[in-house]
């Protein structure tokens, strides 16, 4: 009776948990769960890739997983000041210049058509639904200010993990952002930490969206979504196209390689500029990350022309190097013979405006 009185104030205290704590967001209902039921990527209560995709690793890999992270990898983490960088409230000054930003990781903010955008937006200390548990950001402070940012015409998020979407970043944006674009299911997240639903646009994978003159599609990638242990892949996941005219741009969100990516450059390229993730992967899950020659690969299959390294440099979440990422596609480039950008945090990149930024700061420091 003791051991089963105990299991049940356990079970009790994760119910109250998954309900009460407002980090780990909330579960699609009404009109969300139907668009979310509707879906052709929608199957057996599940969201699914376009190609079979395993996430189970088998004992062995995971024996060496965990000998890897007790055994430690060295060059981790930077040593203090090396990724220090910051958005120059200064550099956004022009919005008819179209430009990229990148913050570090996954989170950009992007001009183009005179619009201001944030992509994956985490200015978070750690990507954890406790803040004071998991791997802490390199730099001691965040690279954006949010009240130091002009108006965010809109955000856009490619899934709902806790390095890409944040709940502390949510609460100070909310009331100084236009509109969120995300995928199905992840606007109930949002509306649960305040943001209005007439704010939130929820999308399918190629579904036509439009702002102000701006294209958006939402379009595939190959990986996973979920912020507890009971609601994995109940969300969408997805890469995004912006297109304004005279200048595209693909974000890559988090996926592992597939043939998604040449029928988004048939769809939609040639690109301007890519922004592709090529951090924290390992071989072992190497269907939901791409390891960087893939990610200089994924570029070419889109279409692009500049390629920008992202998913990178602000924190620890897999068993490489923290400078291996770059590196690795940096040398992948250089040898097919692809233009590639390299900006530190803070730095922007201006579309149409060449030469852009190849130093190797992250050998500096």
């Not at 929608?42 to 992270?69: E, H, Q, W």
């Not at 299911?185 to 102000?212: F, M, S, Y």
């Amino acid at each position: 009776m003791t051991i089963l009185f105990g299991a049940m104030l356990v079970l009790l205290a994760v119910f109250l948990i998954v309900r009460l704590y407002p980090p780990l967001g909330a579960k699609a209902a009404g009109s969300r769960l139907q668009a979310v039921h509707s879906s052709a990527h929608y199957a057996k209560n599940k969201f699914v890739n376009l190609i079979p995709t395993s996430m189970n690793a088998g004992f062995r890999d995971m024996l060496s997983a965990g000998k890897d992270m007790i055994r430690g990898i060295p060059n981790s983490r930077p040593r203090r000041g090396e990724t220090a960088g910051k958005l120059n409230p200064a550099d956004l000054e022009n919005a008819a210049q179209s430009k990229v930003i990148w913050l570090g990781h996954s989170s950009l903010l992007v001009q183009i058509n005179g619009l201001t955008l944030l992509l994956d937006p985490m200015f978070g200390t750690a990507p954890s639904p406790v803040p004071f548990v998991g791997g802490k950001r390199y730099s001691d402070t965040p690279p954006a200010d949010v009240k130091d940012l002009p108006p965010i015409d809109a955000v856009l998020l490619s899934h709902d993990h806790y390095d890409h979407l944040d709940y502390g970043t949510i609460r100070k944006l909310r009331s100084k952002v236009g509109h969120f674009f995300v995928p199905l299911g992840v606007g109930a997240h949002l509306e649960r930490w305040g943001v209005p639903a007439e704010k939130i646009t929820e999308a399918d994978w190629w579904d036509e969206l439009g702002l102000q003159g701006l294209k958006l599609f939402c379009a595939p990638s190959r990986h996973f979504s979920g912020r507890s242990l009971t609601d994995r892949n109940t969300t969408l996941w997805c890469s995004w196209v912006l297109d304004g005219g005279q200048e595209r741009i693909f974000f890559s969100g988090d996926s592992g390689y597939g043939p998604h990516f040449q029928e988004i450059g048939k769809r939609y390229g040639p690109f301007d500029l890519t922004l592709m993730e090529c951090g924290q992967y390992n071989e072992r899950w190497a269907a939901i990350h791409m390891l960087p020659e893939e990610t200089v690969q994924a570029h070419q299959d889109v279409g692009g022309k500049l390629l920008l390294p992202i998913h990178w440099g602000a924190f620890t979440l897999s068993l490489h190097a923290w400078t291996e990422p770059v590196e690795r596609a940096v040398a992948a480039a250089e040898k097919q013979g692809v233009a590639i950008a390299t900006p530190r945090i803070g730095e922007p990149v201006l579309l149409g405006r060449p030469p852009h930024s190849s130093t190797r700061w992250w050998r500096k420091g």
